[in-house]
């Protein structure tokens, strides 16, 4: 199983937590990430294509630009760019070496404006430039299993569009308008049959796969729901989830 949870975080220490703050903190664990290119000859995967340095960095642009506080490492966005280039260099490298492991999610209870509160988990810099990566290479590849009746988590698609469609249907003849919602879905999602779509549709991508599946177990560690949930992991797979409500 590659991605090991037992790892240590990309730029700690032995025994120590994950520490971004500074650029050696990320060459200290990876003592040969100075020689690492992305120019090795390696199979050409969509593994292999997502973590080039090039595609973390335009994930990075879409991360920087979406704005966001701290994860639970306590780096910001400040932080990183700081030494951008680098720190995505050594995750390139550590996703590839199979050494990657998340850092901590921040935690936060968002009041909802119908009562109580939302969880909402805050992966680390890191690990949203990542996830992006993955989500941005699995878009288009997911995208052509949604319903054209589907609206929601998709790219171009908005509320109005969803509304506007009602509209044209109710001009055609159609008379009810029913509403449902899965109950807390993506904290209570489960890992296995999540996991087992989308290594059906990605079958020759087992590193791929074990990173997702990795991100999935990890957010469910983190909130307590293993098996399940995992705030993270999850948004990286909102692509992903039509067949399996």
Known sequence: ???QPSRHFLGAKSGGTADFSSCDAIFCYIPDICTFSNEDSLPDTLFDRITTWQALDRAWAKVRANGGGAGGDGVTLDDFAQAAAARLSALSAALRAGIYHPAPLRRLDIAKPDGGTRPLAIPAIL????????????????????????????PNRSVRMAVERIALLRRRGFT????????RYFENVPHDPL?????????????????????????GQMLGTPGRGGGAGIAALTLAVEPLS
Not at 143 to 149: H, L, M, T, Y
Not at 195 to 219: K, N, Q, Y
């Open 1 to 3: 199983m590659l991605f």
């Open 176 to 183: 009810h308008v029913v509403e449902g919602d899965i109950v």
């Open 127 to 154: 690990d949203r430039i990542a996830q992006t990566a993955v989500a941005q290479a699995l878009g288009p590849i997911f995208e052509r299993d949604f319903s054209d009746a589907s609206f929601g988590y998709r």
């Open 195 to 219: 996991l087992t779509l989308v290594e059906a549709r990605l079958p020759d991508e087992p590193r791929l796969c074990a990173l997702i599946g990795l991100w999935l177990e990890h957010g």
